[in-house]
T-cell receptor
Framework: DAKTTQPPSMDCAEGRAANLPCNHS???????VYWYRQIHSQGPQYIIH???NNETNEMASLIITEDRKSSTLILPHATLRDTAVYYC?????????FGAGTTVTVRA | EAGVAQSPRYKIIEKRQSVAFWCNPI?????LYWYQQILGQGPKLLIQ????????DSQLPKDRFSAERLKGVDSTLKIQPAKLEDSAVYLC?????????????FGDGTRLSIL
């Protein structure tokens, strides 16, 4: 079962930063936080992952709190094509357990 | 880099028939996964291969589902006989290895409808 808690939905404005929260209070020291997104009729798309340090790539930034009990995915300039279901996952024993995710709608 | 390839994209069968899905992972990826995604839910892992060996098949309904990866590259997932509740999208994913620091990359899946 998923060990993360995410809001079921959120809206954001096109061109603005989107901050997606995730709680994972029972995370263990060697477990990674992964973020995926799924656009309608496509497979999940890998976004970013991290263990302790903040991470940034061409798609997003991942901010992990010092106690590792929560994290935030930041999409710096949301576009309409970022509308999707976003999954925050704690990788346990090399498995990805997907929860319900957050449905993000980017509005013009 | 080519992504994970899956076929067919869609399949419609009647209950009690059999069906097979094919997956070609990203070149060089040793670990391959099959997931089932029922409408409105997140994907659920069915089986995981490391090269041509099964690492985890604890969630695979073995009375009707089978999977193989004979040469450690392509894989097939079969359902025989299909039930109505098997209607879902079947996703294949691959990763370089099963290290927790290696992301899984997914194909676009096969959408199966059981009549």
């Amino acid at each position: 079962d998923a060990k993360t808690t995410q809001p079921p939905s959120m809206d954001c404005a096109e061109g603005r930063a989107a901050n997606l929260p995730c709680n994972h209070s029972t995370i263990s020291g060697n477990e990674y936080v992964y973020w995926y997104r799924q656009i309608h009729s496509q497979g999940p798309q890998y976004i970013i992952h991290g263990l302790k340090n903040n991470e940034t790539n061409e798609m997003a930034s991942l901010i992990i709190t010092e106690d590792r009990k929560s994290s935030t995915l930041i999409l710096p300039h949301a576009t309409l094509r970022d509308t999707a279901v976003y999954y925050c996952i704690v990788r346990v024993e090399n498995k990805l357990s997907f929860g319900a995710g957050t449905t993000v709608t980017v509005r013009a | 880099e080519a992504g994970v390839a899956q076929s067919p994209r869609y399949k419609i069968i009647e209950k009690r028939q059999s069906v097979a899905f094919w997956c070609n992972p990203i070149s060089g990826h040793a670990t391959l996964y099959w997931y089932q995604q029922i409408l409105g839910q997140g994907p659920k892992l069915l089986i995981q291969f490391q090269n041509n060996g099964v690492v985890d098949d604890s969630q695979l309904p073995k009375d009707r589902f089978s999977a193989e990866r004979l040469k450690g590259v392509d894989s097939t997932l079969k359902i025989q006989p299909a039930k109505l509740e098997d209607s879902a999208v079947y996703l294949c994913a691959s990763s370089l290895n099963w290290d927790g620091n290696q992301p899984q990359h997914f194909g676009d899946g096969t959408r199966l409808s059981i009549l």
